[in-house]
């Protein structure tokens, strides 16, 4: 249990991270906003309280590995990252300015602190699955950690992953699907039902819990109690909320993809205080 005065200042934190997303994506006039705000909290989190690394020496073979296998929503892990210290933060000014640049609209392994080139939905996962192979083979202590989408679980090669993460008793990986209902154009129930979800993961032979993935409580108590199950991979499904807030956003399946305008952004400065661009 987090005492009040680490709750405050996580929460405090977090609500930074979404507001210089929401700044970035208005500078660049681009970005899957929605999908980087459902997720602010669940990275804060991971690397506020969780994970093992050494942010001057990204490479230090004992770190714990992050794929965003949802890599769309990578504004919130590039100001995470610059938070923490793997680069600095003028640079998050660079997203999508140009062409060459190291915050791109999905991760790149270039950039300090990203594992992996993501994006390619089912992908990322899968080479969390590997890492985790490698882990065990070497007799690593490190954990992987991998955030996917709910429309991202319509994927078959999720499930051939974790099939093999079972079969492989991968207890080193941790699965986080970022629960929001909604995917590009519309409602995930809409576009292909993906309940009953965590019966899915169970019966994959995973251990599930099923949290409010923006309650830092639930989300620090998850991820202390892996694994869930001895010798099993776990998945935490956390209920989301795309566009969490950012109230013209929230919910709103239009945001998956969208900036705010300069107009949008000034109301939204007046309701958050975001300050200069
Ligand atoms: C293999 C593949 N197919 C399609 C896309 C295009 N695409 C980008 S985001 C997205 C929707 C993802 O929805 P969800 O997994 O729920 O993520 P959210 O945006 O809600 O975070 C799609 C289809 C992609 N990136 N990769
Ligand atoms: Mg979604």
């Keep these: 249990m987090l005492t009040d005065g680490e709750l405050n200042k996580l929460t405090h934190e977090a609500a930074e991270v979404r507001k210089e997303a929401i700044k970035m994506a208005t500078r660049a006039g681009t970005g ?9 909290d669940i990275l804060w989190i991971l690397y506020s309280r969780v994970m093992k690394y050494h942010p001057q020496d990204p490479s230090w073979p004992e770190r714990d590995r992050l794929l965003l296998s949802k890599g769309h929503g990578c504004i919130s892990l590039y100001v995470t990252l610059a938070k923490k210290g793997f680069f600095e933060e003028e640079l998050l000014k660079s997203y999508c300015a140009k062409v060459d640049t190291l915050l791109g609209g999905h991760p790149e392994r270039k950039l300090p602190g990203i594992e992996a080139n993501t994006g390619s939905l089912g992908h990322g996962f899968n080479i969390g699955v590997g890492m985790s192979m490698v882990a065990k083979a070497e007799q690593k202590n490190y954990k992987v950690f991998t955030i996917l989408g709910d429309g991202e679980n319509q994927e078959g ?121």
Excluded: C
């Design 32 to 40: 899957h906003l929605g999908p980087a705000l459902s997720i602010a």
């Design 157 to 277: 090669s999720i499930w051939e992953g974790a099939m093999s993460a079972a079969h492989y008793q991968l207890d080193n990986l941790v699965a986080i699907v970022d629960r929001n209902n909604l995917q590009v154009s519309n409602f995930v129930n809409k576009v292909m039902g993906i309940e009953p979800l965590a019966e899915k993961w169970s019966s994959f032979g995973w251990g599930v819990k099923v949290i409010d993935g923006h309650d830092l409580n639930q989300l620090d108590e998850a991820f202390k109690s892996v694994p869930f199950i001895e010798g099993k991979p776990s998945v935490i499904i956390a209920n989301t909320v795309k566009g969490k807030g950012l109230p013209m956003a929230e919910n709103k399946v239009e945001w998956h993809h969208k900036a705010p305008s300069l107009q949008e952004y000034q109301e939204i400065d007046k309701e958050l205080g975001l300050g200069d661009l």
